[in-house]
Each structure stands twice: as C-alpha cells, then as structure tokens.
C-alpha cells in the first residue's frame, strides 16, 4: 500500500503563488507516473499536471506556462509550483500516483485545499 502525504495548499490572491508538495511512504514499488489532479465544487475532477519517472510532463491548457510540476525519484516526491493565480484555480488538489508491481497501481492523497481570492 502506498499513501501519499500533501501539503503546501492555502489562501492567496489573485496573482499569487504557491508550491504543493506531495511524498509518497513505501519502497517496494517502481513510480510510473506522479500527478496533480483538481476538482473545484459542481465540476468534474481534472488533471492539472503530470510527469514520468523519465521526466516526461503533461499540463492542462489552462495552466501551461504558469504551473510546473517537477518530481525527486529518489524521494518518491513530486511539486506543482503554481504562478500566477487565478480564481478560477480555487478548488480541491490531489495527488496521484501510479506505480508497478508487476502489475499497475493508482492511488491518491486526500486532497488539499487552494483558495485564490480576488
């Protein structure tokens, strides 16, 4: 089993920034992928950033070029550094992480909470 632990979500204005932070615990496992999902009150969640163990990312049109999502394999963590806020980035964020053990594994973190006021 893999849990995964997230911080770094808040208050900020519009404009703003902040970094969320998310460590996987266990060892016993190879990291397929690492992500950051959102869901904001009434809508469906969504991806907002992906990366690979290669490195490989993947973004929202709506945050390319104001979010970046980095990861330390040997941490077993991954970061969405998030500029340039806006409201409409007000909602939930989870963490996702997808693993092998000989056969592929999903899990989530418990979601964190990012408030961008105006």
């Known amino acids: 089993q893999v849990q995964l632990v997230e911080s770094g979500g808040g208050l900020v204005q519009t404009g703003g920034s902040l970094r969320l932070s998310c460590a996987a615990s266990?060892?016993?496992?190879?990291?397929?992928?690492m992500g950051w999902y959102r869901q904001a009150p009434g809508k469906q969640r969504e991806l907002v950033a992906s990366?690979?163990?290669?490195?490989?990312?993947d973004y929202a049109d709506s945050v390319k070029g104001r979010f970046t999502i980095s990861r330390d394999n040997a941490k077993k963590m991954v970061y969405l550094q998030m500029n340039s806020l806006k409201p409409e980035g007000t909602a939930v964020y989870y963490c996702n992480i997808r693993i092998r053990i000989f056969n592929e594994y999903e899990y989530w973190g418990e979601g964190t909470q990012v408030t961008v006021s105006s």
């Open positions: 990366i690979t163990s290669g490195g490989s990312t």
């Open positions: 266990g060892s016993s496992y190879t990291i397929r992928a």
